[in-house]
């Protein structure tokens, strides 16, 4: 649909338009930064060791900020966050020596970074 407007509003109807793909970008972006969100806890879910089930099934992603262009989730293991740097990582034993590590947040923080960009790629180059 073309529309008619004068030289003198061009500037004004320009801003709007741009205006208006901005607000659609960021909903697309706040979209996508919740999906990469739930990846990563699935994907944590799925490869976090499982002695008892309980360590794997604390994971929860939380909004912690939100404006109106942007969103910041968290992954975090609920009562059990003592315990993720120390599985991740190993630990050291009383006895001496190391127990074994198991890498199970990076992999997924990675995998979640790695959708995240393509998303927001996948949706730039569809315009907003």
């Known amino acids: 649909m073309s529309q008619t407007i004068k030289i003198d509003q061009l500037a004004d109807t320009v801003m709007k338009g741009m205006e208006e793909y901005a607000k659609l970008a960021a909903d697309d972006l706040k979209a996508d930064v919740k999906k990469a969100g739930d990846t990563v806890k699935k994907q944590i879910e799925g490869s976090a060791p499982k002695k008892t089930g309980k360590y794997s099934k604390s994971w929860a992603v939380k909004k912690t900020r939100e404006t109106s ?28 020596g190391r127990t074994r590590a198991f890498p199970h947040i990076a992999p997924a923080e990675q995998a979640g970074i790695e959708q995240l960009t393509r998303d927001i790629e996948r949706d730039l180059r569809k315009g907003g």
């Open 69 to 96: 262009d942007s969103i910041q989730v968290v992954v975090h293991s609920k009562n059990r966050y003592q315990l993720t740097h120390l599985l991740e990582f190993g630990h050291a034993k009383r006895g001496g």
